[in-house]
């Protein structure tokens, strides 16, 4: 049986402090063709990248070594753009022309498939409010129900045109509007050019957001953050912020 994500109230808790830290760039590669889109991290070294095109594909790519260790066609030809996957199951792809969101086992064959309730849905994650889409012509990030796609809620994006979500104690979002990684809604990461991509990885102890991974598609580059600062420990046991409208 699937794991459901369910949100019992319409609110995002979190128990750290304030960030006082800031994201490095530690590496940039080049992805394999120009095109890049959606983005799932499953390390720094290696993940998951959706190439656009005429023949969309997603590539295992192991970044280091510029390597391909496995690639399978984009479901839903071209106007693919997210990928995401689920704890323990399949991968989730968006495709941004006809608005359907796939799921596929992890070596591409679809299982299942819904339309997104907004047009135009841009990279995806799995993140802390559940199954989380990035909407850029609405200015908002999309949580749904990753087995029918009914909406759940909706964030306001805090920039101009969100492509890309995600995060474990704090909440992402790549704005290709204002070239920046915000980070609840706080600019982090600045002076990128069209980042379409974005993912993360994340430890057990404060900050919890280690790696974040952010793919360039003006620069056809994928480019590497780590947290500089990790002495972070919690401030408060109640602070609580509203998220959903």
Known sequence: MKRLFILASVI??????????????????PTPGPNPRGYWGGGPAAGYI???G????????????????????APGGPGAWGIAKEPGGGFF?????????????????????????????????FAWPGFIVAIPDRNIVAVL????????????????????CGGYAHFYVSDSGTRTVYEDGVPVITGLQTPVGLSYTWGTLPPYDWHLYIVDDATDHYYFYWRSD????PASLGRVKALFR
């Open 12 to 29: 995002f808790y979190t128990g750290v402090a304030a960030i006082a830290d800031e994201w490095k760039l530690i590496a940039s590669y």
């Open 93 to 125: 792809v968006t495709n941004n022309r006809t608005s359907w969101i796939y799921e596929t086992t992890t070596q591409g064959s679809v299982v299942n498939s819904f339309r997104c309730p907004f047009t135009g849905p841009a990279d995806c994650e």
């Open 145 to 164: 129900n990753y087995t029918t796609g009914s909406l759940i809620g909706t964030y306001a994006g805090p920039g101009r045109r969100p492509v890309g």
């Open 50 to 52: 959706v190439m656009d």
């Open 54 to 73: 005429a023949n969309p594909r997603i590539y295992h790519y192991w970044w280091e070594e510029s390597s391909i260790l496995s690639s399978f066609p």
């Open 230 to 233: 990790t002495a972070v420990f």
